[in-house]
Every structure is written in structure tokens, then in C-alpha cells.
């Protein structure tokens, strides 16, 4: 560890949180493997662009791991849960909502999220929704950018999916991609086709209605 991150417990934090999600990372990727979800997932939003730039975690988002899943193989993943949970991923959040049809699932793993957002091929499209608030006002985003099919990336010393063209994929996520910022406003991002009123009533997490044992098919 260098003599400027120990002087600074933040950026000890942050480099701390970096190494548990690597770790993380790797157990995920070797107990999906032996899972029905095997060979479908890809690496999504900041954890490609961190691949892809940095060839390693974004210090800035070391506490957010996303991946996308086709529709279709929705049943996969609901299959793959209990491998998970087995592991130590304790079922988080579900959007838009702790039931009826799901768009998202998380998973917590010392103190960082695991996201997986379910994506529909719509022409030459992919698109899935994401949920936050925007003026404070609970929002459901619609949000598209070009389908492709899928390569082998090496990262973290294990080979996962990604989309193909990556520069398509991360300028229509961000833009100029290649510079940093830290902090991205995903609820005004470029990949935004549509905003909805989201009901977030019945927000909640799986445990609080199914308990961690029991993820929601």
C-alpha cells in the first residue's frame, strides 16, 4: 500500500472496497459457472467501462457490479439464485418492485451491490428500465441502446461476455467515455428514451417479503 493511501482513510477505504469486489467478483463468475445462467450474462454499464479503460475496478465505483441478462433467459437466472445465496450474496433489492414481474435483481455482498438487469432485444435495440428519483419525484427510465451480439473478454484473470463493439456500447452509455467522471447522473443519462411515474409503494427488498433464502421466481 502506498504512503499516500495510508495517510488518506478514505482512498484506504475505497482501495479496500476495490480488492473485496474483486474477490467478490471472482466468486461470483466461478459459482455462476456451474449454474443454468452460465455463458448469458455480459458485463454492463461501469463495470465494462472500468474494464475496458482502467482494466480494473473504478476506484470512484468499487461498491456497484453490473451485468445484463437477456429476457429470455430469465428463468436461468431465477435458477442460478440459490447458488448465490449459497455463496454469501444476500438477495437486496428488486425493481420496479418486491413483486410481480421483475425488470432488476440485486444482491449485497459486504457492503457492495450486485446488479442484474434484465434487457429485451427490441429490433436492433437493447433495452431495460432502471428506477431512482429525478426532482424527487420516484421515476422509471426507459433506456435503449444498440443490441449486439456477445465476445469473451479477459478480466480478473477469468473470461466473461461483453458486447462486441465496446466504443458503440460505452458512447451511448456516456458519451466521451474515455475521460472520467466520477458521479455519472444516470437518471439524466443519454441512454434515456422515456420517463414513467414509478410506484414505489410496494418498493422493497426480498428478504423483508420472501427472507434471503427464498428469492422470488
Same mark, same amino acid.
Given at each position: 500500500? %502506498?504512503?499516500?493511501?495510508?495517510?488518506?482513510?478514505?482512498?484506504?477505504?475505497?482501495?479496500? %472496497?476495490?480488492?473485496? #469486489?474483486?474477490?467478490?467478483?471472482?466468486?461470483?463468475?466461478?459459482?455462476?459457472?456451474?449454474? =443454468?445462467?452460465?455463458?448469458?450474462?455480459?458485463?454492463?454499464?461501469?463495470? /465494462?467501462?472500468?474494464?475496458?479503460?482502467?482494466?480494473?475496478? #473504478?476506484?470512484?465505483?468499487?461498491?456497484?457490479?453490473?451485468?445484463?441478462?437477456?429476457?429470455?433467459?430469465?428463468?436461468?437466472? /431465477?435458477? %442460478?439464485?440459490?447458488?448465490?445465496?449459497?455463496?454469501?450474496?444476500?438477495?437486496?433489492?428488486?425493481?420496479?418492485?418486491?413483486? !410481480?414481474?421483475?425488470?432488476? $435483481?440485486?444482491?449485497?455482498?459486504? !457492503?457492495?451491490?450486485?446488479?442484474?438487469?434484465?434487457? +429485451?432485444?427490441?429490433?436492433?435495440?437493447?433495452?431495460?428500465?432502471?428506477?431512482? $428519483?429525478?426532482?424527487?419525484? @420516484?421515476?422509471?427510465?426507459?433506456?435503449?441502446?444498440?443490441?449486439?451480439?456477445?465476445?469473451?473478454?479477459?478480466?480478473?484473470?477469468?473470461?466473461?461476455?461483453?458486447?462486441?463493439?465496446?466504443?458503440?456500447?460505452?458512447?451511448?452509455?456516456? !458519451?466521451?467515455?474515455?475521460?472520467?467522471? =466520477?458521479?455519472?447522473?444516470? #437518471?439524466?443519462?443519454?441512454?434515456?428514451?422515456?420517463?414513467?411515474?414509478?410506484?414505489?409503494?410496494?418498493?422493497?427488498?426480498?428478504?423483508?417479503?420472501? !427472507? +434471503?433464502?427464498? =428469492? @422470488?421466481?
Amino acid at each position: 500500500m %502506498s504512503t499516500a493511501i495510508a495517510a488518506d482513510p478514505a482512498l484506504q477505504e475505497l482501495e479496500e %472496497s476495490r480488492w473485496r #469486489m474483486e474477490h467478490n467478483l471472482r466468486l461470483l463468475h466461478d459459482v455462476l459457472a456451474r449454474t =443454468p445462467i452460465a455463458g448469458r450474462l455480459w458485463l454492463f454499464g461501469g463495470l /465494462l467501462l472500468g474494464a475496458i479503460r482502467e482494466g480494473e475496478i #473504478m476506484l470512484h465505483d468499487s461498491k456497484d457490479a453490473d451485468f445484463g441478462f437477456l429476457a429470455e433467459d430469465e428463468p436461468r437466472l /431465477l435458477a %442460478s439464485f440459490g447458488a448465490l445465496v449459497d455463496a454469501g450474496f444476500a438477495p437486496h433489492l428488486r425493481f420496479p418492485a418486491a413483486t !410481480g414481474p421483475a425488470t432488476e $435483481y440485486s444482491f449485497l455482498k459486504d !457492503g457492495a451491490k450486485y446488479e442484474f438487469f434484465k434487457v +429485451t432485444v427490441d429490433g436492433e435495440r437493447f433495452t431495460w428500465t432502471n428506477h431512482g $428519483y429525478r426532482d424527487d419525484v @420516484p421515476t422509471q427510465n426507459t433506456c435503449a441502446i444498440p443490441a449486439q451480439p456477445l465476445d469473451e473478454l479477459r478480466f480478473l484473470d477469468r473470461t466473461w461476455l461483453k458486447v462486441r463493439d465496446v466504443d458503440l456500447d460505452l458512447t451511448a452509455l456516456y !458519451g466521451d467515455w474515455r475521460t472520467p467522471a =466520477p458521479g455519472f447522473p444516470y #437518471m439524466e443519462a443519454p441512454t434515456i428514451v422515456a420517463r414513467a411515474p414509478w410506484d414505489d409503494a410496494t418498493y422493497g427488498t426480498w428478504a423483508e417479503v420472501y !427472507g +434471503t433464502d427464498a =428469492p @422470488p421466481c
